[in-house]
């Protein structure tokens, strides 16, 4: 067997390893195809509400994290080199009568307090700001889903549900981007001051795979917690199944998000900017792509692996002016028998004993009795 085949087998059986349910969504539509096209025009049709969502969940929940982001490493910067008790010329170490002080004794006081005060808070104010996100994940499955959502109650009762998936997720996720924030924080103390070793370069490598690795299982975990009722287990068990087979479309979005951030490093300018951005709309925008991609591929794999293995499943066919919804059916499944979710499907049935769609069960004939006859001989 070629690696090609080994690589599709190995998919195929991560996908049997999810557990399925059915989703928590109101009305019945099909799997939207185009996971980026649907986000935009959803979010454009919305925009309204979206900004009115986006401002209460950073008023309530994401402030304190963008302010650590935005605003504190430019007022440390500015204390620092500018209105603290040192004089910098250049490089030459050169300053005032009395007082001579070098650039690297500016970065050691500068990464000093990074170490001691801003990692700390910092990481901190990531705990609320995920929480947040189950309020803002519950209204935009919503959105997606073509149901009635008002922004502040749909926000608030999405909390009241979701809260506790989240707040564990918000607090693991707090403790790892510590650690991974005093490792990129030590790396560029080490290259503004002595400079950076060998040893330096390695840890910010492994430490921005693993970020980056943890943004993706996080693109399905927390649309998840709002669209399924699963257990946690369940919930990150289907998560890095999904990041491990859609491997480029997630590493694709992670990448697009977490560079949003990058970019504000950059310039005072991109930070502005993009600051602003995340304080009116931005969180709003980014969720919708996260849920748009997640929802796409829960249809895929989720709800069809569902409707496969479930026994006496029945999918409702709706039929369109000029189409043949059998047909149609028929054609759809054929179409998916190539791919791992149809192979997947297709072991499931068989290994349940369902039959598959289309197919009939075979009904015993009735034995036929020999006709007789009650009227009285004569």
């Known amino acids: 067997m070629n690696s090609t085949g080994e690589n599709r087998n190995i998919r195929v059986n991560l996908l049997l390893k999810m557990t399925v349910e059915k989703d928590q969504r109101t009305n019945s539509g099909e799997v939207e195809q185009h996971s980026v096209k649907h986000a935009t025009s959803v979010f454009s049709d919305n925009l309204r509400r979206m900004l009115l969502m986006n401002v209460l969940y950073v008023a309530i929940f994401a402030l304190p994290f963008l302010f650590c982001v935005f605003v504190w490493p430019l007022l440390a910067r500015n204390y620092v080199f500018t209105s603290g008790n040192y004089n910098f010329i250049g490089h030459i170490g050169i300053g005032y009568p009395g007082v001579v002080s070098t650039m690297a004794e500016g970065y050691e006081i500068l990464f000093a ?12 104010s990531i705990v609320p700001m995920v929480f947040g996100l189950s309020g803002l994940f519950h209204c935009l499955r919503g ?6 959502v008002r922004p502040v109650k749909s926000f608030f009762r999405g909390i009241k549900k979701l809260w506790k998936p989240f707040l564990i997720v918000a607090i693991v996720f707090g403790l790892f981007m510590c650690g991974v924030l005093y490792g990129f924080v030590w790396h560029l103390g080490l290259m503004k001051t002595t400079g950076e070793t060998a040893g330096s370069w390695v840890l910010v490598v492994f430490l921005a795979l693993f970020l980056w690795l943890a943004v ?3 693109e399905f975990l927390l649309p998840m917690f709002a669209c399924y009722r699963f257990r946690l287990a369940d919930a990150l068990k289907n ?16 990448a697009f998000t977490i560079g949003v951030f990058m970019l504000s490093r950059l310039n005072t300018a991109f930070a502005f900017i993009i600051g602003l951005a995340l304080l009116f709309i931005g969180f709003a925008f980014l969720g919708s792509i996260w849920m748009s991609s997640a929802q796409k591929a829960f249809g895929n794999f989720i709800k069809h692996l569902y409707e496969s293995g479930s026994v006496g499943a029945a999918r409702q066919t709706k039929a369109r002016r000029g189409v043949n919804p059998y047909k149609e059916q028929k054609a759809k499944k054929k179409a998916q028998e190539g791919t791992i979710v149809g192979q997947a499907a297709m072991r499931m049935q068989e290994e349940s004993g369902t039959p598959a769609d289309g197919e009939k069960t075979s009904k015993k004939k009735k034995n036929q009795s020999k006709f007789v006859s009650y009227k009285r001989k004569k």
Do not use: C, Q, R
């Open 239 to 254: 998560s890095s199944i999904l990041a491990l087979v859609l491997w480029p479309t997630a590493l694709f979005t992670a």
């Open 143 to 148: 959105y997606m889903w073509g149901e009635n």
């Open 216 to 218: 993706t299982v996080l």
């Open 113 to 124: 307090h990074y170490m001691k005060l801003y990692v700390p808070i910092l990481s901190l």
